[in-house]
């Protein structure tokens, strides 16, 4: 899948621990259908093979309605799996490592919390950075908080795009929105929340 900036404009990424039962493929689906234009499939203390098999079911779903799957933290899941791209740390595989193993059209993000950082990743091959956290995380407790002004030095620093991330909800999207982001990541804010379109709609409204 080609990558462009638009695709990052309402970037989910997934939480099971917020579905209680739920199932991922569906709330995949009722966010896309209510305007999500990227996910990202975040899974932990799973196996390699478990990731794969998750991964090719929310594939299914991305690409029937042609949004991008991307994969934290692991390419090789993103590979095997037939996702778009992968997103990776500060301390996952470099930028410049990855690139030696993928297509040309395989979307790399990369997460930076200082200039240098973005500038670096941006140096190694990355399509678009995360940068948070904008606000207080339940998902991440103790992230390093980015001000309004660090975001904005940040998306400032480079050419490549921009996705705000961290605690972001409707109440609080107002502070962010001259920083120069090119979307925002969301978790809680959608799945978290009892009805999963009307969050995504409500959130692509304001936006």
């Keep these: 899948m080609k990558f462009n900036k638009d695709m990052l404009s309402l970037y989910a990424v997934t ?14 689906e ?22 794969v098999s998750r ?11 042609g ?13 095997d799996s037939g996702a778009d791209g992968v ?10 490592e990855i690139r030696k193993h993928v297509s040309g059209n395989f979307i790399i993000g990369a997460t930076a919390k200082t200039v240098k950082q973005a500038q670096k990743a941006q140096a190694d091959g990355a399509d678009y950075l995360g940068v948070g956290a904008v606000f207080p995380s339940p998902t ?34 107002h502070e962010i929105k001259d920083c120069g982001q090119s979307g925002i990541a969301v978790v809680s804010a959608l799945f978290a929340q009892e009805d999963i379109r009307l969050s995504a709609e409500h959130l692509r409204t304001k936006l």
């Design 15 to 28: 939480d099971r621990t917020y579905l209680k039962g739920k199932s991922l493929t569906e709330a995949v």
């Design 30 to 51: 009722q966010a896309i259908q209510s305007g999500v234009t990227c996910v990202q499939l975040r899974e932990k203390n799973i196996s390699f093979d478990e990731y």
């Design 55 to 65: 991964a090719k079911k929310i594939c299914e779903v991305c690409h029937k309605y």
């Design 67 to 79: 949004v991008p799957l991307i994969i934290n933290d692991d390419y090789r899941v993103a590979l």
């Design 87 to 96: 997103h990776v740390g500060i301390e996952d595989t470099e930028v410049a």
């Design 140 to 173: 991440k407790t103790n992230a390093i908080r980015i001000t309004p002004e660090k975001l904005t030095q940040i998306c400032n620093s480079v050419d490549i795009p921009v996705v705000a991330i961290g605690g972001i909800s409707l109440e609080n999207l």
